[in-house]
């Protein structure tokens, strides 16, 4: 498969947040959201086998815990990285799929805990989560929406209410877009959506989401790579 990046950091925005973490990130995608922070990812990286993939884990954590497949799309090599989860597990792994939702994942493991990125309106790319994926969802699940303003809080807002997401996943997260070219200051004013904004707004409608913020950008440059 096709290899950007591995890498052992804090895990930075799910419930998952702050924990060590091993990061399987694939080459490749076929979105362009207008905050994306991974655009080194679309192209490049190296041709790696599922041996070298698992031996690379192995390295950085020996002893199990935590390992995200990200990307990019990761679902764009289905064929490569639905045989890794599936070996990352029979490792004892406990792993994390971070995608769009825009491919399919009914053929994801069980075991994997989905974290799903839904684009809002001012992404760049609305409307490009498959709605029959909602089937595919588990108690254990995570959807995410990153917000820009006022119109995507609201389109998330409503998602929420109207495919009864609290019913269905374990949490619903509500994340401010960050500057895409922000560097230095690691503090919220990159923030795209003020979070002091957005809470209230959560306060306000009664959402049952949880605001999240992107840790690993409050802890290192938020222009730092392997981070
Ligand atoms: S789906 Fe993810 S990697 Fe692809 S453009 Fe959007 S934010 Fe970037």
New binding site residues.
């Given amino acids: 498969m096709q290899i950007t990046e591995i890498y052992k950091s804090l895990q930075g925005e799910s419930t998952y947040a702050g924990l060590p973490c091993v990061f399987v990130r694939l080459t490749g995608?076929n979105?362009?959201?207008s905050?994306?922070?991974?655009?080194f990812?679309f192209h490049g990286g190296k041709k790696m086998t599922l041996q070298e993939v698992l031996t690379e884990v192995a390295r950085l954590s020996p002893s199990g815990g935590l390992v995200e497949i990200t990307?990019?799309?990761p679902m764009l090599q289905e064929r490569d990285v639905i045989p890794l989860m599936e070996q990352l597990l029979d490792a004892d792994y406990q792993v994390l799929l971070e995608t769009?939702g825009e491919r399919p994942l009914a053929r994801v493991p069980k075991q994997v805990i989905k974290i799903v990125?839904v684009?809002c309106p001012h992404?760049g790319?609305p409307d490009t989560f498959a709605l029959e994926n909602l089937e595919t969802l588990r108690p254990h699940d995570e959807l995410k929406f990153v917000l820009t303003d006022r119109t995507d809080y609201e389109f998330a807002r409503d998602f929420v209410v109207r495919h009864r997401l609290a019913e269905r996943v374990h949490a619903i997260l509500f994340s401010p877009a960050f500057e895409k070219a922000a560097s230095g200051a690691r503090d919220t004013s990159h923030c795209l959506l003020d979070p002091q904004e957005l809470a209230q707004w959560i306060l306000e409608d009664n959402v049952p989401a949880r605001l999240s913020l992107q840790i690993h950008k409050l802890i290192w440059d938020p222009a730092a790579k392997g981070v």
């Avoid at 905050?35 to 655009?39: A, G, N, T």
């Fill in positions: 995608c979105l362009r959201c905050w994306c922070d991974s655009e990812s990307g990019g799309e769009s990125d684009k992404s790319e």
